[in-house]
């Protein structure tokens, strides 16, 4: 069975920094592309970030690339997501993902496995 679990969600006040981490276990976890999704209240789930399985090539949604950092480690199955200069508006659950099927890195209904997600709140 498939998990995926994050953690590293919190308070911060905006322009601060958070590091979420994702560890995953049932599955071959070095042979999947990870991505990072986020759900804001009232809104639809949006793309993040993505690395490939090697970690040879990441993505970035556009209205965050700059402020984010996307890594993994296969030897600790996890993958890592680093949010900097935070903003109010980045205030979502985020979730990570694993990879099942072809197609755009940047939308949802490409990833099969979900976890929980964790909790980013940012203050003004």
């Known amino acids: 069975q498939v998990q995926l679990a994050e953690s590293g969600g919190g308070l911060v006040q905006a322009g601060g920094s958070l590091r979420l981490s994702c560890a995953a276990s049932?599955?071959?976890?070095?042979?999947?592309?990870m991505g990072w999704f986020r759900q804001a209240p009232g809104k639809e789930r949006e793309f993040v970030a993505a690395?490939?399985?090697?970690?040879?090539?990441?993505y970035y949604a556009d209205s965050m690339k700059g402020r984010l950092t996307i890594s993994r480690d296969n030897a600790k199955n996890t993958v890592n997501l680093h949010l900097n200069s935070l903003k109010p508006e980045d205030t979502a659950v985020y979730y990570c993902?694993?990879?099942?099927?072809?197609?755009?890195?940047?939308?949802?209904?490409?990833?099969?496995?979900w976890g929980q997600g964790t909790q980013v709140t940012v203050s003004s």
């Open positions: 690395i490939t399985w090697s970690g040879d090539a990441t």
């Open positions: 049932g599955l071959t976890f070095s042979t999947y592309t």
């Open positions: 993902a694993a990879r099942y099927y072809s197609g755009s890195y940047f939308q949802s209904k490409n990833y099969g496995s």
